[in-house]
Each structure stands twice: as C-alpha cells, then as structure tokens.
C-alpha cells in the first residue's frame, strides 16, 4: 500500500505506482528520467505511504556507471589450408581478456578466450564446431569481460557456403559428360 520515492546522488529521481502485494511485501523497479554521468553514484529510497507520510531514509547504495564493455568487431570468414568451405575460420578483433560466444544463423555454435596482444586488441580465428550446410549463413559474437559484463552484438556478417554445393554439382555434371561419351 505504499509507493517509493528514488533518489539518485541526493536528487529526486522518481517514483513508483502504489505499490501492493499479499505478502504485505512487494517488489519495485524504476528507470530513473535522467542519465547518468560514467562514475560512482549513490542511491535511496523512501516509501510514502497512503496518507502521504514518509519513511526513514533506505540503505544508501552506491553502484558505478562504466563504459560498455566493447562489441567484437567480425570480419568475412576465411579459408585456408587449415579449414574447409564448409569449416572456415571465423574472424575477428576483440578486447583483450575477453571471452567470445560465436552464434552462427542465430544459434550458438560455440565460445573460446582470445589471445591477448599488447595493443589492448586481439584478434581470434574460430573453427565452427561441425560444418555448416551449403548455402547461406551469418554470424556474429558477443563479448564478455572476467566479472561477466556483457557487450552488444557484434556486427552481423553474411556468407554463403557454395564452394561444396559447386563442386557436388560439377561433379554430377562430369557424370553425365561421361555418360554421354560412352
């Protein structure tokens, strides 16, 4: 039967609707209506009640406002001699200490630890974990810190795997050919 009242760095941040449950307890979440500045800050609450009276002043937390933990940057995939068409080396660049999920046609295909390298910047080569179809894929990755802070989705790159398709086809071609002259 109460509302609560938020207030950010000592100013009013907004409030809550009434609030009830039957447990006489109830849960509350609020997005404040003003950013925030990177750094540490302090947070309170008080509860107001029916008739428009307050509580005492809640715990003080304090929590900090960081920067996003940085997207990988993806890069087209790439065939060598120690991949297939159909099992290229996903590639790209992501901050140091980072662990990538890979999420080949939106599902997840696997994750690993990149290499760290003295620019801050590591790049990574991944290996899906079974070879993909014939046709077209896309793929991104999503980063994450040691604490477990998350980044946002990388960009996504499209690829077709059509070296394998070609080649069953040319092969079925060289069948008929030789069909043909016999």
Do not use: C
């Amino acid at each position: 039967g109460s509302l609560v009242k938020i207030y950010i760095d000592g100013i009013y941040g907004g409030k809550t609707e009434i609030l009830t449950d039957k447990s006489n307890t109830a849960n509350f979440a609020l997005r404040s209506f003003f950013s925030l500045s990177r750094g540490q800050h302090k947070v309170y609450a008080i509860a107001e009640d029916r008739n428009g009276k307050d509580s005492q002043t809640s715990e003080v937390l304090s929590f900090n406002i960081e920067l996003p933990m940085p997207a990988p940057t993806m890069l087209k995939p790439v065939v060598n001699k120690n991949t297939s068409v159909r099992q290229p080396f996903i590639v790209g660049l992501a901050k140091n200490n980072s662990k990538i999920k890979v999420y080949i046609d939106k599902k997840f295909n696997g994750e690993f630890g990149v290499k760290n390298n003295l620019s801050g910047t590591a790049n990574f080569a991944y290996k899906p974990v079974k070879p993909l179809s014939g046709g077209n894929h896309s793929v991104y990755t999503v980063a994450t810190d040691k604490r477990g802070k998350q980044s946002q989705q990388s960009n996504i790159v499209n690829f077709s795997v059509r070296g394998w398709a070609i080649a069953q086809s040319a092969k079925e071609k060289s069948n008929t050919a030789a069909r043909i002259e016999e």
